[in-house]
């Protein structure tokens, strides 16, 4: 089906908006961004906000969210991580409608699994790049779980959002096009521009980071303390651990309870210092602490995914010992010149092109990503969550995602039950490269 | 008879001083070598085809091997400082040392966000007299680039002035330089080359006496620690050397300390 009957649908389902209020609302609109009085960005956001309102919902219990579109372009809402079906999941390639500018319409929907989402555009940016992701569509969605027993205890949230903005795409000096930035932010504010986070000592915080850039994989710390990750892409880890920093592809989030044990004023920070100083940052201010903030400048970028993994055979996936159908899939680039961004193919194609055997609602599969390019891709899996089982040639088990960070010529493996009939999305989360081909739909038997 | 021989090679050959310059054969692109990298080239051009008499006491180009040491080092990231050693090899002269040049240059930077690659390069330098008459001359070389998909194009508008030696008085002189090329593959890219000295530039030689050459050219992207460019040139007016086969091997040499953070 072409965009444009897409949109006509989702026009269509303007006369079918209720009159009764919904649970939300998300209104797309134009929006100055102001990371700094001195940088500014016409951007498309959500509300009025960025990043946009934090949506929270209960897991199991049905919402109703009225989405009206003021922007120029027609636009979509994915629910990232959740299992929707193909009409409301929000994107177009599997089916959902398009919101033509000026309509408005009325989604509900049943909001599992439990856990940190995230809510997003599934546009198209091009060369555009101030469209799609690399605006301001991008907002916090917290599922929270129907049983509550089991969750790790905290004494309060905070919610940070890494974004990049002010891209252009540069030549890289592998032949290839890569997007460069002005700034970057947390929470829509660079280093010292933002409200301090505000804690008192003896606290635990439970972090929620989201990585929201279009493109960048970031790594954060905050100075004087460390993180012990309890759940990635809003999934408990079979095994919490604690770090001195947080590593997040696109797409990518990670829960993490910090300690509150030295007061002062601290920097959480981009790790690697170009990042740092491009602004990306935000103060940790303890009560009655006073002073400048201060940053410990790491001399390593450290994370594994292997160290959140079950420790044992015993503690890995039941699921682990049923029989698994493979599906190879094999990562490249096609060179389009030194002056243009590469081609990205999928078993030799790009999207539409990449053909797929359809999925059968019940069975396990296993992706198998060989990865033959030079780059690092954050694939996703849309209505589905996934099992790690190897990551660049490590086995593993126990670690359910959403996103993973495939690393550049290696092969890496998850496993997932298809148990969500429909299409089903598969893609880089880099928005330049799913607009430039790295995507395919799974269909269902 | 020699005094006829040279008469005549004079009238044809009024402005052969100038093709003595073919030891660094390249229209540069816009961009720097990054700071904390040295880039050292190996410009290697023989000529099977050029002036076959000495005039003004120039030695002849005709089968001269030249052989140019480039180190261009990094400043920051929109500058650079390159520096020249020239010798040329000849049956009856050996390996003989040329001349050195320097070349400071900067750019455009990145976060001006400019359409196309701009820079502005100058060059200084001395040269023996038995190689070019004129000894101490000096450039200023403007260069615009830009990619485009699979094309690649430059243009070198450089303005030279002698120094020492008899151009003195000529003023300044108009040498273009430009290229286009195709990246046929990622790693093979084809295109031509374009060198010409119109003289002065207030009052340009005759097309006769004007230096023109053209190269035909691949540079092949291995890697990107390495440059490497090959290319055959003709030269059709009779100021130029009619034929030059060329080669640049470039290597980068990142002495800078990099932790994963950086």
Known sequence: MTSAAMAFNGARRVAQTPALPADFTLDIAPYVFEASPRRRYQTIAYNGQVPGPLLRMKQGREVSIDIHNHSADAEIVHWHGLFLPTATDGAMEEGSPMIVPGASTRITFTPDPAGFRWFHTHTFAGNDMRKAQYGGQHGFLMIDPADTSGQPGYDREVLLALHDWGGREMPSSDGSAMPDYEVSTINGKMLGFGEPVRVKQGERVMMHVLNSSPTEVHWVALAGHTFQVVALDGNAVPNPHTVPMLRLAPAERVSAIVDMNAPGVWVLGEVRKHVYAMGMGLVVEYANATGSPKWTQPQDLVWDYMQFGAQSAETASAAGTSEVIEIPLTFDSKFEGHGNAEIWRINGKSYPEVESSPLEAGKRYRLVMKNLSADDHPIHLHRHTFEVTNVGGKNMRGLRKDVLLIPAQKTSEVEFIANHPGNTLFHCHQQDHMDRGFMMVFRYA | ?262
């Open chain 2, 1 to 262: 008879m020699w005094v006829y021989v040279m008469a005549t090679m004079l009238l044809l050959f009024p402005l052969s001083t100038r093709a003595q310059g073919n030891y660094e054969i390249q229209v540069y692109g816009a961009d720097t070598v990054e700071p904390k990298n040295l880039m050292v080239e190996l410009h290697s051009n023989f000529t099977p085809e050029g002036q076959k008499y000495v005039i003004d006491g120039v030695y002849p180009t005709n089968h001269q091997e030249h052989e140019t040491l480039e180190l261009t080092e990094g400043l920051n990231s929109w500058s650079e400082i390159g520096f020249y050693v020239f010798t040329s090899e000849q049956a009856g002269h050996g390996v003989q040392w040329v001349g050195d040049h320097i070349r400071p240059r900067v750019r455009v930077p990145d976060s001006w966000h400019w359409k196309v690659g701009v820079s502005l390069s100058t060059e200084v330098g001395y040269q023996r007299a038995v190689y070019s008459p004129d000894t101490w001359t000096w450039e200023i070389r403007p260069i615009v680039d830009k990619t485009i998909g699979r094309w690649y194009f430059a243009v070198n508008p450089a303005l030279e002035r002698t120094w020492h030696g008899p151009d003195v008085k000529q003023g300044i002189g108009f040498a273009p330089g430009a290229t286009f090329t195709y990246d046929v593959t990622k790693q093979v890219n084809l295109g031509l080359e374009y060198y010409a000295d119109y003289g002065r530039i207030t009052s340009p030689d005759t097309l006769h006496n004007q230096q023109q050459q053209i190269f035909a050219v691949t540079n092949l992207n291995v890697s990107p620690k390495w440059e490497i460019n090959i290319g055959v040139g003709v030269g059709p007016t009779a100021a130029t050397d009619h034929l030059i086969v060329k080669g640049i091997l470039g290597r980068r040499f990142d002495w800078g300390h990099h932790s994963a953070v950086d």
